[in-house]
């Protein structure tokens, strides 16, 4: 396998994985400070796919973080593989949620005049949510480029 930026392992694979969690741990904390959110359930679904999402990270963040401290890269196929798929069946959940929270927010509180206080939360909660997925996407797209150039 060939080595380049985002490989796991390495720095940048790290800083990827680091801002999938920030970006994650953030939607959770903006949504779960406002208190109605459980209500939706596309937001409970939110919150649900990111709490996944800050799981996922830290782990494969802590697997890049001991291969720096060793030096190593981690070129195993079997490896990639999980990666690459738990990456793609995140993102998905990520970009499923993010999208039907949008949805339900757009709907319910901007065309229907509903909005309260809140909406400013929700809406945060969900961009950190997108920009959790796009970090998403890249890692994803690393491993499959990873898979693919063998």
């Given at each position: 396998?060939?080595?380049?930026?985002?490989?796991?392992?390495?720095?940048?694979?790290?800083?990827?994985r680091v801002l999938q969690f920030s970006f994650a741990a953030g939607s959770i904390v903006c949504m779960t400070t406002t208190p109605g959110?459980?209500?939706?359930?596309?937001?409970?679904?939110?919150?649900?796919?990111?709490?996944?999402?800050?799981?996922?990270?830290?782990?494969i963040a802590l697997f890049d973080a001991?291969?720096?401290?060793?030096?190593?890269?981690?070129?195993?196929l079997v490896l990639v593989s999980?990666?690459?798929?738990?990456d793609w069946v995140t993102g998905m959940l990520s970009l499923?949620?993010?999208?039907?929270s949008a949805g339900l927010l757009i709907l319910y509180f901007r065309?229907?005049?509903?909005?309260?206080?809140d909406c400013l939360k929700y809406w945060m909660s969900i961009t950190l949510a997108f920009m959790s997925w796009v970090m998403?996407?890249?890692?994803?797209?690393?491993?499959?480029w990873?898979?693919?150039?063998?």
């Open positions: 396998m060939k080595d380049f930026p985002g490989t796991p392992g390495t720095f940048t694979a790290l800083t990827l959110f459980f209500e939706y359930t596309a937001l409970c679904y939110l919150i649900a796919s990111m709490g996944l999402q800050v799981i996922w990270s830290f782990g001991k291969a720096l401290i060793t030096k190593k890269i981690l070129h195993n999980l990666f690459a798929i738990g499923a949620a993010a999208s039907a065309d229907l005049g509903k909005c309260q206080s998403i996407e890249i890692s994803s797209l690393i491993m499959f990873l898979l693919a150039a063998g």
